[in-house]
C-alpha cells in the first residue's frame, strides 16, 4: 500500500497517551528519588555544627537507603519500557522522539549505579 500524503491521524491515541503518562510516572519517581536521596545520605561536617557541638549523622540512613534504590531503578525500568514501546509505535519521520525519556534513562542508570557503588563501600 502507498501512503498518499495525508495524515488521517486525529489526535494521540491511547497508546501515545499511555507513554505520556508513564513518562511523567518515571520522572515522579526521580524526583521522589531524589527527595529521598536529600533525607537518606550522611549529614554534611560544617562549622556552625562543630561549633554549637551538634550530633552529626556520618552514615547512610537504611530506612530511607531501600526505597531510595526502588525509586530509582523503578524510573529507569519504566523510562526503559516507554523507550522501546515509542521505537515500537514511530513510524513516521515527524513522531516524538521523547528525548526527555533518554536523558531520564541516562540520569537513572548512572544515578543507580552511584548509589549501589556508595552503599556497597559504606557496608
Given at each position: 500500500m502507498?501512503w498518499?500524503?495525508?495524515?488521517?491521524?486525529?489526535?494521540?491515541?491511547?497508546?501515545?497517551?499511555?507513554?505520556?503518562?508513564?513518562?511523567?510516572?518515571?520522572?515522579?519517581?526521580?524526583?521522589?528519588?531524589l527527595?529521598?536521596?536529600?533525607?537518606?545520605?550522611p549529614?554534611m561536617?560544617?562549622?556552625?555544627?562543630?561549633?554549637?557541638?551538634?550530633?552529626?549523622?556520618?552514615f547512610?540512613?537504611?530506612?530511607?537507603?531501600?526505597?531510595?534504590?526502588?525509586?530509582?531503578?523503578?524510573?529507569?525500568?519504566?523510562?526503559?519500557?516507554?523507550?522501546?514501546a515509542?521505537?515500537?509505535?514511530?513510524?513516521?519521520?515527524?513522531?516524538?522522539?521523547?528525548?526527555?525519556?533518554?536523558?531520564?534513562?541516562?540520569?537513572t542508570?548512572s544515578?543507580g549505579?552511584?548509589?549501589?557503588?556508595?552503599?556497597l563501600?559504606?557496608n
Amino acid at each position: 500500500m502507498v501512503w498518499d500524503g495525508v495524515d488521517r491521524r486525529k489526535g494521540p491515541d491511547w497508546r501515545v497517551r499511555t507513554l505520556r503518562g508513564l513518562a511523567i510516572l518515571a520522572w515522579l519517581l526521580f524526583i521522589i528519588s531524589l527527595l529521598l536521596f536529600h533525607f537518606a545520605r550522611p549529614e554534611m561536617d560544617s562549622g556552625i555544627a562543630r561549633y554549637y557541638e551538634l550530633e552529626i549523622r556520618q552514615f547512610w540512613d537504611p530506612s530511607y537507603t531501600g526505597p531510595l534504590m526502588y525509586f530509582v531503578w523503578s524510573s529507569c525500568v519504566i523510562s526503559l519500557l516507554s523507550l522501546i514501546a515509542n521505537r515500537q509505535l514511530s513510524r513516521r519521520a515527524g513522531d516524538t522522539r521523547r528525548y526527555n525519556l533518554i536523558l531520564l534513562t541516562v540520569i537513572t542508570v548512572s544515578f543507580g549505579i552511584l548509589l549501589t557503588v556508595k552503599l556497597l563501600a559504606h557496608n
